[in-house]
């Protein structure tokens, strides 16, 4: 079992950057590709970004690309998203995912955190 804990939401004003985390519970998460999805109030969860279980490759959806950034320090268990020149249709709940055998842009990832709220708002 795989234990996801987001951090790092909170509300930007338009333009801004917010800086998000995502810590797990595990020995090593290099044995986990791992990705981010979103879902606004009344939209289907889509996807934002994923990286491969060494980082060296990933994937963005087009309205974030360019825009954020994912990480990931497998020293430390952890994986991070970097948002910047954020817009109001970015407002949503964040959640990181996890999965062994999984790396893409669906929702096929089979661990999944609570998600942190990112408001974008003037």
């Known amino acids: 079992q795989v234990e996801l804990v987001e951090s790092g939401g909170g509300t930007v004003q338009p333009g801004g950057s917010l800086s998000l985390s995502c810590a797990a519970s595990?020995?090593?998460?290099?044995?986990?590709?791992m990705g981010w999805f979103r879902q606004a109030p009344g939209k289907d969860r889509e996807f934002v970004a994923a990286?491969?279980?060494?980082?060296?490759?990933?994937y963005y959806a087009d309205s974030v690309e360019g825009r954020f950034f994912i990480g990931r320090d497998n020293a430390k268990n952890t994986m991070s998203l970097q948002m910047n020149i954020l817009r109001p249709e970015d407002t949503a709940v964040y959640y990181c995912?996890?999965?062994?055998?999984?790396?893409?842009?669906?929702?096929?990832?089979?661990?999944w955190g609570q998600g942190t709220q990112v408001t974008v708002s003037s």
């Open positions: 990286i491969s279980w060494s980082g060296s490759r990933t």
């Open positions: 595990v020995r090593t998460i290099s044995g986990y590709a």
């Open positions: 995912a996890a999965d062994r055998n999984y790396f893409g842009y669906f929702d096929d990832y089979t661990y």
